[in-house]
């Protein structure tokens, strides 16, 4: 079984994508990945890589906080950058939110996001342990209007 889970201190999603699902019992989470977008759906840093990398790792601290995560339960990233010269200058703010032991990543630079001024994708899987996991409130787990 798979549950959906779409926080409210994240953007909504406005297509066939929930912001992460949990998988079987509830201790493995994939989440979608994310962009820099603020709760509303704004950009957040346009042309800035420094500012998408931290909004997006926010969006992902968020999104596990939802169901007890923390960013030390994230075991894999895929980082999608459209300049990987400027994604790697950003190893400092990285740093700010991850400890050892940390994930296994994957960077691969792209042509373009789906909007222009977004400059980085990341997509992130997380084992949250059975101890702190809680289910999402059911109002994150709905589609948003």
Not at 88 to 103: H, V
């Amino acid at each position: 079984m798979v549950d959906a889970v779409n926080p409210l201190e994240v953007w909504a999603p406005f297509g066939t994508f929930s912001m992460a699902v949990i998988q079987g019992d509830g201790r493995i989470a994939h989440l979608k990945g994310q962009v820099s977008l603020d709760r509303h759906g704004q950009v957040v840093g346009p042309g800035d890589m420094r500012a998408q990398v931290r909004q997006v790792l926010e969006n992902i601290r968020s999104v596990l906080a939802s169901m007890g995560g923390q960013m030390a339960d994230v075991i894999s990233m895929v980082h999608y950058a459209s300049d990987i010269e400027a994604f790697m200058a950003t190893g400092d703010i990285r740093w700010e939110f991850f400890a050892p032991p940390y994930p296994v990543t994957t960077t691969v630079q792209i042509q373009r996001l789906y909007r222009p001024e977004l400059l980085i994708e990341i997509a992130a899987i997380a084992e949250i342990p059975h101890s702190r996991f809680r289910h999402p409130a059911p109002g994150d787990q709905a589609l948003r209007e």
